[in-house]
Structures are given as C-alpha cells and as structure tokens.
DNA sequence: CTGAAAGCGCTTACAG
DNA sequence: CTGAAAGCGCTTACAG
C-alpha cells in the first residue's frame, strides 16, 4: 500500500506539501498540484486513516452506541441508524452502530481515541452510560432524554404524540382510552415510556376519565398478555393506545381471540412506530410514525456541529410522531347501555378488504 | 488522558514494560507488575487505540459492511449483526456495523487501515464489493456467495431449506406448490433468491410438477400482489414457499381479501425469516428460522480465524432454516373435481385461538 | 527481567 | 509557495 512519502517522491515535493493538497489546508502552485494529484491517481493512493487520526487526533468517525437489539422487527431503530449515517456522511464523516453492552466496554471504546464523537440510543431515565460518556469528554449527543434536560439531545415529542392520538380518537367519539407501555426492568425505564405515561395520565385528566395503563413485554405475547389485561381490568374501554411497537401485532391477535373486533369493538393507535408495521397487520393499524429519519439526520448534525464549533445548534429537539390512518380505529362503540360488552363468541368478520 | 508514559514515570518503568504488562506479551517481574497495575489504576489510565493500531498495524475491529438497509422489518440482519459482534468481542475484536453506500466509500474504509477484516453481507451473484474486497487485500468472509464458490463464506443453506419446506407441505399432501421470490434489480440478484430459486425448481421437477414462481417486492404491497398473481395465474396451486420475508404479511392479507384462507386453501411457509415475524400474522405463519444467530458468530469467527492464522476452519459453511409450525399449513384441499377453486366471495374465518 | 530507540504514517506549527 | 522536523502514543526487535 503505497504512503503519502511515496507520493511525496513520485511528485518530488515534501510529505508536507502533499499533505497540504490531499486536506486542502494550504494554497499548492497549480502545477505542483497537479503533479501530486497525478502520483496519487498512478499508485492509488489512499491515506491512512489511522495515522491522519494519531496527528490530527481526529478520526471523523462518529459511533451509535446501542445496547444489544433484542431480535424483534426493529424498523425504527434500522430507520435512525441509516438516517444518521447518511446525515453523517454528507458532512464527511463515517457513522457506525457499536453494539456495546456493558460501560467497561463503552469506556475502552471512548478512552481509545477512536471516535471523535458519539451518539446515544435508548436513552434511560437514569442512565449510567450518559455519566460514562460526560466524564469521558467525547463530546456527544442523545437520541432521547435522561432525567435532567441540560445534556444535548433530540428525541421524539411522546407529549404532542399522545396527545394528537388522544385527539384522534376523541374525533370519534372515544372517551375511554387505554395505554399499553412496554414492560421494562425495574430501574431502567426508557425515558419514551416514562413521557408517553406521563403525556396519557395528563389527558385523561384533562378528560375527566380515570387512566387505564397496562403494562406487557414487546413481544406478540406480550400483545396476547395485553388484550386478556384489557379485556378483564378495563372492559369498558373503548381505544387503546400502544408504545409498544413489539406487542402491536400480538394485541390484535389477542383481542380477536377473545372475540372482540378491531375497530368495531375497540379502536387501537400504535404509536412511535412505522407505518410498514401497521401494514403488516389485519386490520392495517393506524399508526404515529416515528419521525425517526428526521431524527436521526438531526442527531448527526448536532453532534458534528458540536465537534466543529458550530454554535447556533438548538441543543435540543423535539419531533412529534405523524399521524398515518389505517383501518383500526373507527366510532366508539355506544356502552351507555351494558357496563361490561357481552364478548362475542363467534367467530369475529374482517374488517378490511 | 494519560499516556502510557504517564504511567510509566509514575511507575518507574519505561513505556516498553508497561507495554509489556498491558499487553501480557513479555515476562515481567511480578512487583513491577504491580507497581505498573497499581499506576494505570490510578491514572484510570487506558490505551490510546489509535497509536496501538498505527504501531502493531492491528486494529482488532472488523467490519460489517452492509448496503443500505431498508425501512422494513428486518429482524434477521439484527440478529447476524448482535451475534457477529458477540462472536467477535468473545475473541477480543470490536464489530461494528458500517453502512456502506458505494464502491468508492468501502475503499476508503478498507485502505485506511482501520479495520482488521470485513464481514460483507447481502452478497449479490456478481457483486463488485467482493472484488474491492479482494484488491484491498483486507481478510475478509462473506456472509453469502457470489457465484464463484472459491471465497470464504458462511451461508444459509438454500437447498436444503427448500427441500426441507417442500418435505413438509408434501407430508400434507401437496403437490402444487408455488414460490414467492423477491424482485430484483436487474442484475443485482442476492444469491439467495437465485439458489432458493434453484433449489425450487428442482424440487418441483423431481415431483413432476411445473413451476410456478411469483417475484414481487419485499413489502406488505409486494405481498398483496403476490395473492393476486397467485389466483390469476396459478389458481391450482394448493401451497406456496415464500423466500420474501417483507411480503408474507401483504400475502396472507391480500389472500383474505380475495376470500381464500390460509391454510384451508392455501397453505403457506415463510422460508428464512424469524419466527417472531412469523407470529406476528394471522394465522401465525410456520416460518423456517433463519439460522443468523449461529451464521453470524461462524462468520466472525471465520473472519478471525483467518486473521490469526488458524488452518482448520471450513472456507465454507452452509446451514439450513429450522422449520417452526405455526397455523398457516393444513392438509391440501381436493381439487380433482374442479379445475379452478371457486373464489369464496363471504367473508372468511379464522383459524386460530 | 528491563530499557533505549526506531518506527508506524500522518499533521502542523515554524522557518524561509 | 514549499520543506525540515517535531510529534501524535503506542509496539517491537534489539541489546544488555
């Protein structure tokens, strides 16, 4: 592989002066130019990133830390991480997903000088990696948010989110809505859950109606596990609202086998989803798309401006989810008359074409 | 930060032996030892991974290159990249996934010295990735073939898994059997479509029957358009293979919507995919699991062994799908009587709890 | 068992 | 406009 002091004695001028013209760091006659950018094409040279990196102790590479992707079709996160490699690499910069599982890990990764720069996905509400990745003084930011709000971040508005799905099925005349989150270890709450919650407990509030939260894995049993919680603890719900991508499928399924019809019994919005997933279901779910490619692009540049000094970057950002109707939610039910639905034990219609 | 020379002088040692301690390559008496642990301890002090690369020439990262993903559910590639990176950090390596676009950026990535080896996935028939890969001299395997077999890979075995699904429908009586590929630029074929593809054909003329194969794309859209060339132009068909992860969903919808059911008029299998997607649709579809967890760790560990200069690892491995039931295969249906169905024009059943 | 020194391939003040 | 030289923080023969 050739090197630049090879270049450098092909063209008869210093490493210096190639260096100069491969980075453009400084005017080079025209002619002299030339001379280098032809032994650079006849040997194909291509500098060392390694050692660039070693000099300049920058590597323009920038990580996305993620912890271990569980195998569940994971649309969103595949969504945020191509965005931001392609936002990455317009500003000339190479973004790569590091899959790091423990914070000895992460700090081999950040102390070794590798990457200049890092962005953090699934973000906790209390986070022992973000405390890792202050003191490391890499600089980064976050995809999603921590309890305190003064470290950069973009995340998705889960507030406007819940809130235009709530919106969404008031247009039809819901009132009871229920919210199916996403179990989690105790301790490690994504900040997502946490907001959505939070978000949903304030419009019911607003609505008069007493909150109905269930909680399952994100898995399709989880979704069966939903539709049984649903049906036994809240059976005079009459939507239902889900930030959880993973038991989206599973809840319909569930319901259908309790003998309850989406939409004509229960209205269901999935939300911080894609709207692939809800085409994959029967009936095709209306979904609240995630803004993840915004998002993702977004992330990338804070970080980069950040790295290069740019100072006029809001430090942070927040995008609702996108409202994308589908074929799950439709007129509420009237329950004036019974307390409880009489569940139909037949063998339940399709509901689309 | 501290440098190896700050923990030197704090140790009383020259850099060569903390060297030495770090990287356990050299006797070192046992209470130098400790006076050199004792200071990186309390400098907190870790290796500049950068300087080790340009040094030693060894990055201990491997690459996994992938051209860009799609917005689809993709919950096989998640599981070829976590298992890779576990492979690979069980052995000392760091994985990272690295989205790469064209020919160009992966020659910069291979000739910059930073990575020890490539894994590349999504290998096409011709793919000239592979060729840049055998220029730049950086070891690597492929996770997939091209059409010449004489480079490292680890690989689903297509045949066997069309052999195995085809095995299965049989033993429920079925003999005309359709395939639904996956649409592909032309001349940008995955192998796999193309040796599934084979494997079918195959197939179908051991049992004298002629082929009926399908291409439509990888979305629920795809899907859908695969039910209706299915009923239009392969009406007799009693079972079909899918080898088209993103349609299985559209066409199992698209098969509904045109009033068949699965299985009792169509039986279908789902051939490498996951069986999480495969219980994600109604019925739950009998899927045959692609086997990316073991591919992903025999890939990586090919990759390293190659690095180190172990002899005895296979250039190639293949292994099969595993065939998961799920509710989307029942006995085939008479059609002896009549030479075309009679499309059921009510609305159809369920068939699962 | 330990150290002095060359070298990995660049970048970047500094001098001219 | 161009070059000589120091330096980035390590590894690794080589010598003792």
Redo the contacts with the bound molecule.
């Keep these: 592989?050739?090197?630049?002091?090879?270049?450098?004695e092909r063209a008869?001028?210093?490493?210096?002066?190639?260096?100069?013209v491969?980075?453009g760091?400084?005017?080079?006659?025209?002619?002299?130019?030339a001379r280098i950018e032809a032994a650079i094409e006849e040997l194909d040279?291509?500098?060392?990133v390694?050692?660039?990196?070693?000099?300049?102790?920058?590597t323009r590479i920038l990580a996305l830390l993620h912890p271990d992707l569980e195998a569940r079709p994971n649309a969103t996160v595949i969504q945020f991480v191509m965005s931001a490699a392609h936002g990455a690499r317009e500003r000339g910069y190479d973004l790569v997903l590091w899959p790091v599982n423990d914070d000895e890990q992460m700090s081999h990764l950040l102390a070794g000088?590798l990457v200049d720069g890092a962005l953090l996905m699934e973000v906790q509400i209390r986070d022992s990696r973000v405390d890792r990745l202050v003191a490391s003084r890499v600089p980064f930011a976050l995809i999603g948010r921590t309890e305190n709000d003064d470290l950069p971040f973009v995340d998705i508005d889960f507030a406007t989110t819940i809130d235009l799905a709530v919106g969404h099925l008031r247009s039809f005349g819901h009132q009871r809505i229920a919210l199916v989150a996403q179990r989690t270890k105790a301790g490690n709450e994504p900040g997502r859950i946490m907001r959505a919650k939070a978000a949903y407990l304030d419009a019911m509030a607003a609505l008069g109606r007493p909150p109905a939260v269930v909680a399952v894995e994100g898995t399709s049993a989880g979704g069966r596990e939903a539709a049984h919680k649903l049906h036994d603890d809240f059976p005079d719900a009459t939507a239902v609202i889900l930030v959880n991508e993973g038991a989206s499928a599973g809840l319909v399924k569930g319901l259908r086998a309790l003998g309850r019809t989406v939409p004509d019994d229960l209205s269901i919005i999935s939300a911080s989803t894609t709207r692939e997933l809800g085409e994959m279901i029967e009936p095709s779910l209306t979904v609240m798309a995630a803004p993840a490619p915004q998002l993702g692009r977004l992330a990338a540049d804070a970080l980069i401006d950040q790295l290069e000094g740019v100072q006029d970057t809001p430090p942070h950002i927040l995008i609702p989810c996108t409202l994308v109707p589908g074929q799950s939610v439709g007129p509420a039910p009237d329950r004036s008359s019974t307390s409880r639905p009489e569940p139909k034990r037949e063998r339940n219609a399709q509901t689309d074409s």
Tied chains: 1, 2.
Excluded: Q, W
């Design positions: 592989m050739a090197t630049m002091r090879d270049v450098a008869n001028v210093s490493i210096a002066t190639v260096s100069f491969i980075n760091t400084k005017r080079v006659a025209p002619e002299t130019r040279y291509r500098r060392n390694v050692a660039r990196a070693l000099a300049s102790s920058r000088g």
